[in-house]
T-cell receptor, first 111, second 114 residues
Framework: DAGVIQSPRHEVTEMGQEVTLRCKPI?????LFWYRQTMMRGLELLIY????????DSGMPEDRFSAKMPNASFSTLKIQPSEPRDSAVYFC?????????FGEGSWLTVV | AQSVTQLDSHVSVSEGTPVLLRCNYS??????LFWYVQHPNKGLQLLLK??????LVKGINGFEAEFKKSETSFHLTKPSAHMSDAAEYFC????????????FGAGTRLFVKA
């Protein structure tokens, strides 16, 4: 199995631009998570889907962030407009039962 | 409510000596417990998991952890540290509560000296 696949791996964008991060979960997993990791705040859960339905989005920082899961094999996390404080590593993870498997992350820098 | 406490933010060992990373948890339900490792600029990799079977769990790279309900602990150990073990380690508790809730510890940074 290829594992959780994220793209892009690295993105540098200017403040105000739209950023879209993509995730392909492990086939057969019914849960999908988006996390953000920074030095200051550590690992934060942004949103959690179960069977493509958002279950808990209480970690989404504000209206500039949105996430979708149109089917079982694809999810996006969008930031519009982006700000320098959004610079972080964004991890997608998928789960089966109660075990979560992480992707390699998308390193976002907003300048 | 569920919580996870990693008792050390940093641990430093010499190569070839034992590793002990400490984790205490609190859970109102029967928890599943995990350890993940994150090497620099990498994602989190599952090291091992406890899901109410054997209390001593063996993982990858020679790591193991013991679930002690009476002490609400799930400490991670390795008999002999290797330079490649230098990384950040996360203890995680997960409970099924009509969905499932996963709580990450703050992480322990392991340094290995030559």
């Amino acid at each position: 199995d290829a594992g959780v696949i994220q793209s892009p791996r690295h993105e540098v964008t200017e403040m105000g631009q739209e950023v879209t991060l993509r995730c392909k979960p492990i086939s057969g997993h019914n849960s999908l998570f988006w996390y953000r990791q920074t030095m200051m705040r550590g690992l934060e859960l942004l949103i959690y889907f179960n069977n493509n339905v958002p279950i808990d989005d209480s970690g989404m920082p504000e209206d500039r962030f949105s996430a979708k899961m149109p089917n079982a094999s694809f999810s996006t996390l969008k930031i519009q407009p982006s700000e320098p404080r959004d610079s972080a590593v964004y991890f997608c993870a998928s789960g089966s039962g109660n075990t979560i498997y992480f992707g390699e992350g998308s390193w976002l820098t907003v300048v | 409510a569920q919580s996870v406490t990693q008792l050390d933010s940093h641990v430093s060992v010499s190569e070839g000596t034992p590793v002990l990373l400490r984790c205490n948890y609190s859970s109102s339900y029967s928890p599943s417990l995990f350890w993940y490792v994150q090497h620099p600029n990498k994602g989190l990799q599952l090291l091992l998991k406890y899901t109410s079977a054997a209390t001593l769990v063996k993982g990858i790279n020679g790591f193991e952890a013991e679930f002690k309900k009476s002490e609400t602990s799930f400490h991670l150990t390795k008999p002999s540290a290797h330079m490649s073990d230098a990384a950040e380690y996360f203890c995680v508790v997960s409970v099924a509560t009509g969905g499932f809730k996963t709580i990450f510890g703050a992480g322990t940074r392991l340094f290995v000296k030559a």
